[in-house]
């Protein structure tokens, strides 16, 4: 039973031990200890919700670049679609101005050729004129005893090539 | 753990030397024919080696040579006074007493001698003196005499005056010990936070205690006293380190036994349940005196428990489990030891072979201690903590429905 009862003294001294030891440990260490424990547990924290983040971040940019590369991709498509089309239509102007341009060319060339046959049957009957003429002349001379048969003649031959 | 093992393996080495000091001691004596017999040698050298080894003073009660007792001992050797042997090694004491060879007025004491303090309020006089004073017990000193009863010494004034008694005795210092350690193990670990920063990883002890001080925060102090749980936390820490170490130190073989006296654990108990009643709310001022949603007839019956139950058992409980838990822990260690001398008693033979049997118990006991010093350090600070939440808790739902019933 006599173990049952506490030692004032002992009582005494560890009451107040344990009093200042309670207050002194609480400012000298575990203050510090318990404030760095909740930083790095904070800070571990943010670090986990800051990676979560960056992850989160990532993923969009991902998505971004892969929305950037499909553009990009359809563009391609575009430009290359549209590159054909205009060689397509440049090449088809080509032709059908080549198309025209030989025309033309054929037609002056036609018109040069109808031109110049005019030119050359002009001559030609020029010449022939002339040629009749110049046997008119030498059988003329050859008749030129019978006037009034001369001027008929002349007159015949002048409504002949009128005719003509 | 380590620390015990390590502390062991010191005190094998420390008992082969005292084997030999004991030896040297006794040869000469025998020589002069005095009346030391070779079994009660034996004896003293056994029980000096296995005590020393297994972490008790290796103060045997017949060798304490006390004044009145050595007479009668010496003539009754054969006879142990267990209960006294069992008591003298977990009580307090006026002298840090660590071993004792020779007998009777022969015997040589290797002790500390510490502070007597006394207040006697009958003559309102203050003594202040070292233990010494006492020559064990051989002389009275200013007007105190030291006396042992059942292996625990104790004073006495020769007129019969009354008086305080604030020594500091071996327990006393013990304390202090005990708190220098905790000082500078919690200081060091605290420089080490300011030294390194929160962000670096922790090296050393500061690697062993981080995760009990999480886990006394995480699993103790937030479950319980919810989001007040900060204010605590600097007592619930002290409280668990304090008992831990004197757990394990009780353990080492220089006599510390703080935990296992009622009069420390009743102080821890004290600073509870002030810090519970100073911070005890209406409510639970409230649930003791108007429990809500009992009939009235019933509250007659009800307020006498509920008072008896938060105001005195609560913090009584504590102090008692505490203390019981180590005491026994201790006595249970001691007899088991003890029965080797039981048995030598009979018989040399049965002492001798009821030697392995003995320190295979007192391992295996050891071992559970180790344990049960972590368990009750825990169970204390969980129970500080879980008394102190239902003083500090809010209205709850669960009375609310009662009200309104």
């Known amino acids: 039973m006599e173990l049952l009862l506490p030692g004032f003294g002992l009582f005494f001294w560890t009451l107040i031990a344990l009093l200042f030891v309670i207050f002194l440990l609480k400012k000298f260490a575990w203050k510090p200890i318990l404030e760095a424990l909740n930083e790095r547990e904070k800070g571990i924290a943010d670090s986990i ?47 059908e101005q080549a198309k025209e341009e030989a025309n033309k060319i054929m037609m002056e060339a036609r018109q040069q050729i109808e031109f110049q046959k005019n030119a050359a049957i002009i001559d030609v009957k020029n010449q022939i004129g002339s040629l009749v003429i110049e046997v008119s002349e030498k ?26 | 753990m380590t620390c015990v093992l390590t502390a062991l393996f010191a005190k094998i080495l420390l008992s082969i030397f005292f084997l030999r000091e004991i030896h040297i001691t006794f040869a000469p004596e025998l020589s002069k024919g005095m009346r030391v017999s070779h079994k009660t040698s034996m004896k003293s050298i056994v029980l000096a080696t296995l005590l020393v080894l297994f972490g008790m003073n290796s103060s045997f009660a017949q060798e304490h040579g006390t004044a009145s007792e050595p007479a009668i001992e010496h003539h009754e050797e054969e006879k142990l006074d267990i ?24 015997a040589n004491h290797i002790s500390l001698p510490l502070p007597v303090i006394l207040f006697n309020t009958t003559h309102s006089k203050l003594d202040v003196f070292l233990s010494s004073a006492f020559h064990h017990g051989h002389e009275p000193h200013a007007g105190y005499e030291l006396y042992v009863e059942n292996g625990k010494q104790k004073l006495k004034t020769q007129d019969g005056s009354s008086f305080l008694d604030v020594s500091i005795t071996k327990n006393v210092l013990c304390l202090f010990l005990s708190i220098g350690i905790l000082w500078f193990l919690m200081t060091g670990i605290a420089k080490k ?3 390194n920063g929160a962000h670096k990883a922790p090296t050393g002890i500061q690697n062993a205690i981080e995760p009990i001080i999480g886990f006394i925060q995480d699993n103790v102090a937030k479950p319980n006293l919810g989001t007040k749980y900060m204010k605590y936390m600097p007592l619930l820490l002290t409280l668990f380190f304090f008992i831990w170490i004197n757990n394990l130190l009780g353990l080492l073989p220089f006599g510390f036994n703080l935990t296992g006296n009622i009069a420390v654990t009743l102080a821890l108990a004290l600073i509870f349940f002030v810090v519970m009643l100073a911070n005890s709310n209406k409510n639970f001022w409230g649930h003791i005196f108007n429990p809500p949603g009992v009939p009235l007839g019933i509250k007659f019956i009800l307020v006498p428990i509920e008072i008896l139950s938060n105001l005195l058992i609560k913090p009584v409980a504590l102090a008692i489990r505490l203390f019981a838990n180590i005491f026994a822990g201790h006595t249970i260690i001691l007899s088991i030891i003890l029965l080797i001398f039981i048995f030598a008693s009979l018989s040399k033979v049965a002492g001798v072979a009821f030697v392995p049997v003995s320190v295979g118990f007192s ?23 879980v008394f102190i939440g239902q003083a500090i808790e809010e209205h709850h739902h669960d009375a609310d429905g009662h009200d309104h019933h």
């Open chain 2, 363 to 385: 391992i295996f006991m050891f071992f559970l201690e180790l344990l049960v010093a972590a368990i009750q350090a825990f169970i204390f600070t969980n129970l500080t903590a």
């Open chain 2, 193 to 195: 936070y300011k030294v």
């Open chain 1, 49 to 95: 919700s800051a990676a979560e983040r960056i992850k989160a971040e990532m993923a969009n940019m991902k998505s971004e670049h892969d929305v950037l590369l499909n553009q990009a991709r359809e563009e391609r498509t575009q430009l290359l679609k549209e590159a054909k089309e205009t060689k397509d239509k440049i090449v088809n102007e080509a032709k």
């Open chain 2, 83 to 106: 209960k006294g042997e069992i008591f003298g090694h977990i009580s307090d004491s006026y002298d840090w007493h660590f071993f004792s060879f020779g007998q009777g007025h022969d």
């Open chain 1, 139 to 164: 059988v003329l001379r050859k008749e030129l005893s019978n006037k009034a048969e001369q001027n008929q003649y002349i007159n015949t031959l002048a409504n002949e090539i009128k005719l003509n």
